[in-house]
């Protein structure tokens, strides 16, 4: 059974790096998936943030582009997300999830999800 | 880039049917899929591509799509149904897009 699981700082300081890390078990990360990072801001809804495939191509959400970089670490079956100048907007439950379905074909969905972990940015 | 609607909230009494719209130009090429979410938990998928239920999500949960829009249907609500219910599709692009999410409430 797929298991994925967030960790790092629950509180990062304004104007500072949200750096976050998604370990995968029960399964390689080194297949067809893409891999990536949904938040949600306290009493809101879903965005997402961006993904990466194991061979290190991304996509990003256009709105966070600017600010985000996802990286995968192979041997250590992981992949990570670094969010630079954040606000008290960013604070959110930063989730990480496979992705489902063939790249381009318009079925593409999330159907692993970790936990989730609460970032809050405070000084 | 696409938008998805949903109204903000659903209220149904216990063994009635709560139906939820999503629509956006997005639905005329790409699926939809739906997830649920209750209070401090991640979200799960429980209806793929419109129409399909994976693997361990009951049958009274069922999906349907016509043109620019998609309806997810829950028969026979139970108490344990409350919950937040999010669509989500691709764009053009290739990004996600969901809806702002509807809150179903089991009166």
């Known amino acids: 059974q797929l298991h994925l699981q967030e960790s790092g700082p629950g509180l990062v300081k304004p104007s500072g790096t949200l750096s976050l890390t998604c370990g995968v078990s029960?399964?390689?990360?080194?297949?067809?998936?893409?891999w990536t990072w949904v938040r949600q801001p306290p009493g809101k809804g879903l965005e997402w943030i961006g993904e990466?495939?194991?061979?290190?191509?991304?996509n990003y959400n256009p709105s966070l582009k600017s600010r985000v970089t996802i990286s995968v670490d192979k041997s250590k079956n992981q992949f990570s997300l670094r969010l630079t100048s954040v606000t008290a907007a960013d604070t959110a439950v930063y989730y990480c999830?496979?992705?489902?379905?063939?790249?381009?074909?318009?079925?593409?969905?999330?159907?692993?999800w970790g936990q989730g972990t609460l970032v809050t940015v405070s000084s | 880039s696409s938008e998805l609607t949903q109204p903000p909230s659903v209220s149904v009494s216990p063994g009635q049917t709560a139906r939820i719209a999503c629509s956006g130009d997005?639905?005329?090429?790409?699926?939809a899929f739906w997830y649920q979410q209750k209070p401090g938990q991640a979200p799960i998928l429980v209806i793929s591509?419109?129409?399909e239920r994976p693997s361990g999500i009951p049958d009274r949960f069922s999906g349907s799509s016509s043109g620019t829009s998609v309806t997810l249907t829950i028969s026979g609500v139970r108490a344990e149904d409350e919950a937040d219910y999010y669509c989500?599709?691709?764009?053009?692009?290739?990004?996600?897009?969901f809806g702002a999410g509807t809150k179903v409430t089991v009166l």
């Open positions: 997005a639905l005329t090429k790409h699926y």
């Open positions: 999830a496979r992705v489902g379905g063939t790249y381009g074909s318009g079925s593409r969905h999330f159907d692993h």
């Open positions: 029960g399964g390689s990360i080194s297949t067809i998936n893409w």
């Open positions: 990466i495939y194991h061979g290190g191509n991304t």
């Open positions: 989500q599709s691709t764009d053009n692009s290739d990004t996600y897009v």
């Open positions: 591509k419109d129409t």
